[in-house]
Nanobody
Framework: QVQLVESGGGLVQPGGSLTLSCAAS????????VGWYRQAPGKQRELVAG???????NYANSVNGRFTISRDNVKNTVYLQMNSLKPEDTAVYYC???????WGPGPYWGQGTQVTVSS
């Protein structure tokens, strides 16, 4: 069993930054690939970024160069640093594990954290 808890969401102006955290608990979590997904109103949930246990990363085209995913396996925490935020980044952001080899979602989800980009 794996538990994922997201934090760090909030309201930010366009061009601003936020850092999301995903705290994971459960056995062998450090061996899992972890993904950040987001879902905007009326849209499908989409992969934003993923990181493997060996620190390989993958980003959606829409966030590449603006977002950075990282992990601390001692703290069992995955981070998503979001810079140059745009209104279209507004969504509920979810942590997911373990992502598949093709970066599909695994069975464990956090509760989500709301990110709103607005002036």
């Amino acid at each position: 069993q794996v538990q994922l808890v997201e934090s760090g969401g909030g309201l930010v102006q366009p061009g601003g930054s936020l850092t999301l955290s995903c705290a994971a608990s459960g056995s062998l979590v450090s061996l899992y690939a972890v993904g950040w997904y987001r879902q905007a109103p009326g849209k499908q949930r989409e992969l934003v970024a993923g990181i493997t246990s060996s620190f390989g990363t993958n980003y959606a085209n829409s966030v590449n160069g603006r977002f950075t995913i990282s992990r601390d396996n001692v703290k069992n925490t995955v981070y998503l640093q979001m810079n140059s935020l745009k209104p279209e980044d507004t969504a509920v952001y979810y942590c997911n594990a373990p992502t598949t080899a093709a970066w599909g979602p695994g069975p464990y989800w956090g509760q989500g954290t709301q990110v709103t980009v607005s002036s």
